[in-house]
C-alpha cells in the first residue's frame, strides 16, 4: 500500500493503474471493437485519395483498413492480436475543451468535435 506521506511516482503510478491494467483486458477489449464507428468510418471514406491521417491509441487498427487510399500513421502501447504489428500509447484523461484547445495550439482548426462512448473526438484541419 502506498502511503499517502510518499506517493508514488507518476510513472510508476501511471505503469499499475493504467498500462498493466489495460495490458491484462486488451485481448477482450480489443474484441468488442471489432468494426469501426460509423462517424469515423465515414469521415475517411470522404477524405482525398493521399490524405494522412494520426490515429492515437488505435488499440486493434481496425481503421487502418476502412480506406486504401488514405495513409494512417497509428500509435498504440499494447500489443495487438498480429504480434508484428505492436503500438505506442500516450495516455490523457482530457477535460471537456481541452482536446479542442490542444489543437488549436498546434495551429489545427476544428471541423467537429464531441463526446461519445467516453472518448473525446475532434476532426481538425491545418
Same mark, same amino acid.
Given at each position: 500500500?502506498?502511503?499517502?506521506?510518499?506517493?508514488?511516482?507518476?510513472?510508476?503510478?501511471?505503469?499499475?493503474?493504467?498500462?498493466?491494467?489495460?495490458?491484462?483486458?486488451?485481448?477482450?477489449?480489443?474484441?468488442?471493437? @471489432?468494426?469501426?464507428?460509423?462517424?469515423? &468510418?465515414?469521415?475517411?471514406?470522404?477524405?482525398? %485519395? *493521399?490524405?494522412?491521417? #494520426? +490515429?492515437? $491509441?488505435?488499440?486493434?487498427?481496425?481503421?487502418?483498413?476502412?480506406?486504401?487510399?488514405?495513409?494512417?500513421?497509428?500509435?498504440?502501447?499494447?500489443?495487438?492480436?498480429?504480434?508484428?504489428?505492436?503500438?505506442?500509447?500516450? @495516455?490523457?484523461?482530457?477535460?471537456?475543451? &481541452?482536446?479542442?484547445?490542444?489543437?488549436?495550439? %498546434? *495551429?489545427?482548426?476544428? #471541423? +467537429?468535435? $464531441?463526446?461519445?462512448?467516453?472518448?473525446?473526438?475532434?476532426?481538425?484541419?491545418?
Amino acid at each position: 500500500m502506498e502511503s499517502q506521506a510518499h506517493p508514488p511516482e507518476p510513472e510508476s503510478y501511471e505503469d499499475r493503474h493504467v498500462h498493466q491494467v489495460y495490458q491484462q483486458i486488451a485481448p477482450h477489449f480489443s474484441s468488442t471493437r @471489432y468494426k469501426p464507428w460509423p462517424i469515423v &468510418e465515414r469521415f475517411l471514406k470522404e477524405l482525398p %485519395a *493521399g490524405s494522412v491521417g #494520426l +490515429d492515437v $491509441g488505435c488499440g486493434n487498427g481496425k481503421y487502418l483498413a476502412v480506406d486504401a487510399n488514405v495513409f494512417i500513421v497509428a500509435s498504440d502501447r499494447v500489443g495487438v492480436a498480429d504480434q508484428s504489428r505492436t503500438f505506442q500509447r500516450y @495516455y490523457h484523461l482530457y477535460r471537456s475543451g &481541452e482536446l479542442e484547445h490542444d489543437i488549436g495550439l %498546434a *495551429g489545427g482548426t476544428i #471541423l +467537429d468535435a $464531441g463526446y461519445e462512448k467516453d472518448n473525446w473526438w475532434a476532426i481538425a484541419a491545418r
